[in-house]
């Protein structure tokens, strides 16, 4: 995580202090990205479990989405595996899981630094107000790489830059979209 914020930062010229996102900030917003990826390009995972004689109930890993092999004979309630009877042994299976941020490709971080920078502004610029905008707020905001605002006729600057914003987070949704592998949902 730490080398996806150092990137972010990078990405969105937030790289002196006083920072105006949080690493926490950063952090929530890349999770919630990484849950939205995960469900249309999951990772195929190893799972085993070991069993104990006289326990009946397991629970799946935490990233499990949904089975691909290997539990065709169990139950599965929710994240749990419910056995009709007890035996020592491994249950041994594959599935879906929840990605991490190591594990997206690196052709792709730019998607996760887009959503992650307009999910955040769009959190600020909402609050903000045109006298703001106009006081040179927009400055502080170091909004990054390649912003070029025109203020139109018909539209204020708070508008402008939630479209802007929005485009963001919309480049990250369509991508994931149109090239959805392994996805079960």
Known sequence: MKNFIEGFREYSKDN???????????????????????????ILREGNITILEGQKIYALPEDYQTW????????????????????CGKISFLYYADRTITEIPEKELYLFYNYCLGEMMYKKVINITEDNI?????KEMKLGRGLDLTFEENKNAKEILLDYVQNKRLEFLN?????ATGSWC
């Open 134 to 138: 106009a006081e040179g707020i927009v």
């Open 68 to 87: 691909y092999k290997g539990l065709e004979k169990y139950a599965i309630v929710g994240n749990c595996i419910v056995l009709k009877n007890s035996f």
């Open 175 to 179: 991508a994931i979209k149109a090239k």
């Open 16 to 42: 002196q202090e006083p920072y105006f996102f949080t690493e926490k900030e950063i952090q929530n917003n890349v999770e919630v990205a990484l849950k939205l990826y995960s469900k249309k390009k999951p």
